[in-house]
Structure formats: structure tokens, C-alpha cells
């Protein structure tokens, strides 16, 4: 877990207790690196690819450009004032605090990072032709019951295992994107290609129907999905 503090020496004093707090809070090794130069920090982009920057008093611009060169990172802004707040959030920053920062405020910053990061690699264990099968929810597109059958389909490959659709729904809870839009089959929100009037038509060009009773609300969910994804990039 990566991270880069942009910002003054003397800024960074104050934030390096708290660091260390978490690291030994969450029982990770430290790994940070603390830049004073804007350019310093820009030419090691080429040989880091920081997952976290925490950046101190620094403008909205920096922010932009920050983006623009790591799409996928979380930042963390930290300024005196909250008068750039809106325009943070309109640069898609993670967490905006206040300094001085108090490390409670800190800690829920960087656990908020963390769970964004950490998401795409949730998985569950099945068991398919007698063998323990590993499957990241991020890799299925949608599942569905066929008999005391779940069949789950991937990108890759289509895997079979024994289970009723209440225990796969159980497994399946932790993660938001995989939702139950029809009796019997669930789909993964990150793989729709397109909502339709009656359907979700998945990137693999399969078709599945959303019960008729919810479909004001699936189709409530699938949009704040979207704006939720267009926020956290």
C-alpha cells in the first residue's frame, strides 16, 4: 500500500505521528515516501504507482494533474480551510480534512481509501467438480439457479457448484455490485453493458430480465451504481 504526502516540512511533522499510528493500528510495514517539490513528486510517478497521495495545502489544479496521471489512486486533501471543498470533490478526491488533523479523522479517511482499493480483490470459495474453486466477485457477470445448481458465468469460463440460491446470495452479500434482479439470478452491475426496458443486457450480449414488481427500484440502484463508479475514479 504505497502512499505519497506532498506538501512543507513542517506540515508533514504533524501528519507523521498519525501515519505511524495506523500502520501499527492495521499491522502493516510503513510505506510512504514524502515529497516538499511538486516536480520531484511528478518524475517519480514514472517509477511509482502510488495507490494512496495525501496532499497538504497544495492547489485544485495539482489535484487535476494528479488524476490525470494516476486515474486510479485515492487522495486524501488536506488544507486550513474548507472553502475548496466543493471544488476537491469536483476533482474526485476521496476524503477531504481539515488541519490540523485529528487521527480519528485520519483513520477514517485512510480505512475509507483502503476499502475502495481492497474491493476489487473480495472473493468466495466453491466447490466445483470436486475441487475448491476460488472466484473474485469482480470477474462474474451474472449467475443464475439451474435446479440444486448455481451456474455462475465469468469472463473467462462458466463454473458450476451445488448450492441453493439462498446460501449463494448469502456469499455473494459483501459485495453491493452483484445484485438479485430476478428470482433465481443476480447480476454484476460492473459488467452491464446497457439498461433496457425489461432487461440487463451484460458486455457478452446476454440478456437478463428484471422482475417486473422492482424494476423502478433495480433501475434506482443501477444509477446511483453510476454515479457512485463516476465519483471513485
Not at 478526491?93 to 477514517?108: G, R
Amino acid at each position: 500500500m504505497p502512499i505519497a504526502i506532498l506538501g512543507q516540512k513542517s506540515t508533514q511533522n504533524v501528519l507523521l505521528p498519525h501515519l505511524k499510528n495506523f500502520y501499527q493500528d492495521k499491522n502493516l510495514q510503513p510505506d510512504y515516501v514524502f515529497f516538499e517539490n511538486s516536480d520531484e513528486f511528478f518524475k517519480e510517478i514514472k517509477k511509482q504507482n502510488w495507490k494512496i497521495v495525501i496532499t497538504l495545502n497544495q492547489t485544485i489544479n495539482l489535484i487535476y494533474t494528479i488524476k490525470k496521471q494516476l486515474p486510479k489512486s485515492k487522495i486524501i486533501f488536506i488544507s486550513p480551510t474548507d472553502k475548496f471543498a466543493v471544488e476537491g470533490y469536483k476533482a474526485n478526491i476521496s476524503y477531504y480534512l481539515l488541519h490540523p488533523v485529528k487521527f480519528e479523522e485520519f483513520q477514517l479517511a485512510m480505512n475509507k481509501c483502503l476499502h475502495c482499493l481492497n474491493k476489487n480483490n473480495e472473493y468466495m470459495i466453491v466447490n466445483s467438480n470436486w475441487q475448491k474453486t476460488p472466484i473474485f466477485f469482480k470477474d462474474i457477470l451474472f449467475a443464475e439457479k439451474n435446479g440444486h445448481n448455481i451456474i455462475i458465468h465469468t469472463q473467462s469460463k462458466t463454473i458450476s457448484t451445488r448450492m441453493t440460491f439462498k446460501d449463494f446470495l448469502e456469499k455473494t452479500k459483501k459485495c453491493p455490485n452483484l445484485i438479485n434482479c430476478v428470482r433465481g439470478a443476480l447480476v454484476n452491475l460492473s459488467w452491464v453493458k446497457a439498461l433496457e426496458s425489461q432487461n440487463f443486457l451484460m458486455t457478452n450480449g446476454e440478456r437478463i430480465p428484471i422482475r417486473r414488481q422492482d424494476r423502478k427500484k433495480i433501475k434506482q440502484i443501477y444509477t446511483q451504481y453510476l454515479i457512485d463508479s463516476k465519483n471513485q475514479n
